[in-house]
């Protein structure tokens, strides 16, 4: 485990944490006044290898070497010119900082950290961190690499868990959910829509997709899977017979025949890993966040809603039928984007185009 404290002063700014993977919907900006809840798991931490927030560069200032020495190999409308490896973790796991008011950004209902850090020791009055809980976009803390230090501390330092514990044990993620809005002259209300997480880890694989589709039609699973992404591939790429094939791969799961190309495999929480198969090495490993993947090959066969009265545990209540969203389900474009523009095969013209087509707001139905 690690405490991070100040770089100008050594004083603590928070609890002891464990680090962990970056959420894929750490960048997700969702809906338009949503009340997202905590990105972090509390008592953790993860290392951001993008940078956030202003100021910034827009793409015609931007050397094509510069870019792809940052990772980005298409254009994009522009980028934050900030330092990389801020660590992001929990805002009720912070110690010892106070707020920079001011520095509020472009919200509306609470910080966004558009003007860089807005959070300061309170010690030494050292710029740490940037503290982000605006509507529609997840609340996090995210501490400046260049302000603050890791530093180890002793205690139980727990071993990431193996692929068997995670496919037995790990937590499926819903893909839909009720999400609140900010309280209006109304009050606040709950809307069931597609959950944000499946939104954006739909966006991150849809970019491998089609990476992985190499310009050819391709075929996912039916059922949720096929809810998922069949819709996008279909509108993206060439009409015709399929002539790739995607499966679901992954721990606990049969081995995928040698003649697929495609695998939709779970991501290590802890580590970041990517699983990968025995066999089939030749395959291209499409990466989905374990609580997707794990409702994808095990879903439930509903998702239980507050009910008033008591009801037998074992009863399946109908009446009323659990509320579901009213719309297809759509990829979380800006994830899409940023995954698509870091891959170097987005360099191929036909690529090229979906991304031009994407950003001049083309298939808006999709996304």
């Not at 003649?259 to 990466?287: D, F, K, M, N, R």
Request: aromatic residues 8%; charged residues 20%.
């Amino acid at each position: 485990m690690f405490v991070f404290v100040c770089a100008g002063c050594g004083a603590e700014l928070t609890t002891p944490l464990s680090q962990v993977s970056l959420p894929v919907h750490a960048r997700q900006r969702f809906g338009n006044g949503a009340q997202l809840p905590v990105l972090m798991e509390s008592g953790t931490f993860a290392v951001d290898p993008d940078p956030w927030g202003g100021p910034w560069r827009m793409w015609d200032e931007i050397d094509p070497g510069e870019a792809e020495a940052r990772g980005i190999y298409a254009p994009v409308y522009a980028l934050p010119d900030t330092t990389t490896g801020a660590s992001v973790i929990a805002p009720g796991d912070v110690r010892g900082t106070r707020l920079i008011p001011e520095k509020r950004g472009g919200a509306c209902c609470g910080l966004d950290g558009a003007d860089g850090p807005n959070m300061t020791c309170e010690a030494c009055d050292l710029p740490v961190a940037t503290r982000v809980d605006d509507c529609s976009l997840w609340q996090a803390v995210r501490l400046s690499s260049d302000a603050v230090r890791r530093l180890p501390v002793d205690g139980v330092h727990a071993t990431p868990l193996s692929w068997a514990e995670l496919a037995e044990k790990g937590e499926r993620t819903p893909p839909f959910e009720p999400i609140a809005s900010w309280g209006g002259r109304l009050g606040s209300s709950h809307y069931w829509l597609w959950s944000p997480q499946w939104e954006a880890a739909a966006g991150q694989a849809l970019a491998h997709l089609l990476v992985a589709s190499q310009g050819q039609p391709v075929k996912v699973p039916d059922g949720l899977t096929a809810d998922v992404f069949q819709r996008a591939l279909d509108a993206l790429l060439p009409a015709g017979p399929p002539k790739r094939r995607a499966v679901l791969a992954g721990p606990g799961q049969p081995s995928p025949d040698d003649g697929v190309g495609i695998l939709l495999v779970p991501v290590h929480p802890q580590t970041g890993q990517t699983w990968t198969p025995a066999t089939t090495a030749s395959a291209y490993l499409v990466p989905l966040p374990l609580g997707v993947w794990l409702w994808l090959v095990s879903p439930e066969a509903y998702v239980p809603v507050p009910a008033s009265g008591r009801i037998p545990q074992d009863v399946l209540r109908d009446d009323p039928l659990p509320l579901l969203p009213h719309y297809l389900f759509r990829t979380d474009r800006e994830t899409f984007q940023h995954t698509l523009v870091r891959l170097p095969a987005v360099r191929r013209p036909w690529l090229r185009t979906i991304l031009e087509n994407l950003t001049q707001g083309t298939s808006a139905d999709l996304f």
